[in-house]
């Protein structure tokens, strides 16, 4: 039986065979195959438009893949955990990264002088926190890379500008575009996403805290978020509450350091095994070799003043700070 395909479809044909881009050609496919008449001369030819269709999808999703893992939408965790610096125009996070670590990025008094993604290594004491600087939150940033990057952080460190008219407002904005690209910010959240919408622990960090009238917009700030978030108020022009700033970061990854020792030998102090709050002896072991975890029995445990080289269960919930002997006899 004769298709007698329809002069349009033939014009379509054209097109196609002058298309460049894959989604345009899937687009003219589309268009022949609803311009084609339906009955028994044409169901090969059907077919043979929706192999080509399905050919070119596939290939659209591997080129899709391929930019997505080549992109800036993932950046690998390192050190104790990874905290993302989320904030308003101006709000001063590229300061903040350049006085807590000694990562290089551009100052500037003027909106939007981020535009991709700069980490940075704090120290903290014994071990060091990966923070990320990113570009401005705002209703004209529309990078998705950027909210994939906050979806997947440990910790939201959420700065605003206590030099801005209404400070108050830059949270509810800030909060408003990320619940809009379904990132709830909050005290306590969940670590890697388990569902549509990502929780994520906040900080909440007035920044600019030398500027005149900085303390009474702190206040407004106090009154309407510390129930919802940790609030800190900094100045990195005068280094105030930097190391506290240091140390609620630290507190708020919610991790331990754990250090151990060889039975009859001296503690190991240099390199702690950074763990998750709520690690057990056994998990600890586990972490430090899977064939000692096999084997442990028990532990002698160096901590609080309540633990000075105690035998302690498997099932010992570790602190911070604690020094660990593993006895597998």
Not at 77 to 86: F, M, N, S, T
Not at 102 to 125: C, I, L, R, W
Not at 222 to 249: H, M, R, T, W
């Amino acid at each position: 039986m004769p298709a007698n395909l329809p002069p349009d479809y033939y014009a379509a044909e054209r097109r196609y065979r002058e298309a460049t881009s894959i989604q345009e050609k899937v687009d003219i496919l589309r268009e022949m195959l609803a311009i084609m008449p339906k009955h028994k001369g044409t169901e090969h030819l059907q077919g043979d438009l929706k192999r080509k269709i399905a050919k070119l999808n596939s290939q659209a999703q591997k080129k899709q893949a391929t930019t997505r893992s080549s992109g800036l939408d993932h950046i690998p965790r390192e050190g104790a955990g990874q905290v993302v610096l989320v904030g308003p125009p101006n709000s001063g996070k590229s300061s903040i990264l350049s006085g807590l670590t000694n990562a290089h990025t551009e100052v500037a008094d003027y909106p939007f002088s981020t535009f991709k993604p700069v980490q940075g290594m704090m120290p903290f004491e014994d071990i060091q926190v990966q923070l990320v600087d990113l570009p401005p939150v705002s209703p004209e940033y529309r990078e998705s890379w950027m909210y994939n990057i906050i979806r997947l952080a440990d910790l939201v460190l959420l700065v605003i500008d206590l030099s801005a008219q209404r400070p108050k407002e830059q949270v509810l904005k800030t909060a408003d575009i990320l619940e809009a690209h379904k990132i709830r910010l909050q005290r306590k959240g969940e670590g890697r996403p388990q569902g549509s919408v990502a929780t994520k622990s906040t900080i909440l960090v007035g920044n600019k805290a030398d500027v005149f009238g900085a303390s009474e917009k702190g206040e407004e700030l106090l009154v309407a978020y510390a129930d919802d978030f940790p609030c800190l108020f900094i100045s990195i022009k005068n280094q105030s509450n930097i190391g506290e700033l240091q140390k609620i970061l630290f507190q708020g990854l919610r991790v331990i350091r754990v250090y151990t020792k060889t039975p009859g030998k001296k503690s190991d102090l240099t390199k702690p095994y950074v763990l998750s709050s709520g690690t057990t002896v056994m998990d600890a072991a586990r972490t430090i070799h899977k064939e000692l975890a096999e084997s442990i029995k028990y532990a002698r445990l160096w901590g609080s003043d309540k633990y000075d080289g105690q035998r302690v269960e498997r099932d010992h919930i570790l602190e911070d700070g604690d020094i660990i002997e593993i006895h597998t006899r």
